[in-house]
C-alpha cells in the first residue's frame, strides 16, 4: 500500500467541502480529487503546506505510511 492520503477524513473533521478546499489551496477540483482518492503518485511540498494551513493540521495528519503486506 505505501502511503496512504487520510484527506477526506480531515476534511471531513474541519467541515470543509472539496470545492471549497481547492478553491482556498488554488488547485484544481481534478487534482485534488486524485490526492483525496489516493490516486496521486507525488504531491508537492508547497500543495501540502497550503493543504495544512486551509485545515490547520499537519502533513501526519493528512499522510500516513502502511508497509507493504507482500
Same mark, same amino acid.
Given at each position: 500500500?505505501? /502511503?496512504?492520503? !487520510? #484527506? @477526506? ?5 474541519? $467541515? *470543509? +467541502?472539496?470545492?471549497? #478546499?481547492? !478553491? ?8 485534488? +480529487?486524485?490526492? *483525496? !482518492? !489516493? $490516486?496521486? *503518485?507525488?504531491?508537492?511540498? +508547497?500543495? #501540502?503546506?497550503? /493543504?495544512? $494551513?486551509? #485545515? %490547520?493540521?499537519?502533513?501526519? @495528519? ?5 508497509? @507493504? %503486506?507482500?
Amino acid at each position: 500500500m505505501g /502511503i496512504i492520503v !487520510n #484527506l @477526506d477524513v480531515m476534511m471531513a473533521k474541519r $467541515k *470543509k +467541502s472539496l470545492t471549497d #478546499l481547492a !478553491n482556498e489551496v488554488d488547485i484544481t477540483l481534478a487534482n485534488l +480529487s486524485i490526492l *483525496k !482518492n !489516493n $490516486k496521486a *503518485k507525488a504531491v508537492r511540498f +508547497s500543495t #501540502l503546506e497550503a /493543504i495544512c $494551513k486551509a #485545515l %490547520d493540521c499537519q502533513p501526519g @495528519d493528512i499522510l500516513q505510511y502502511r508497509e @507493504d %503486506d507482500s
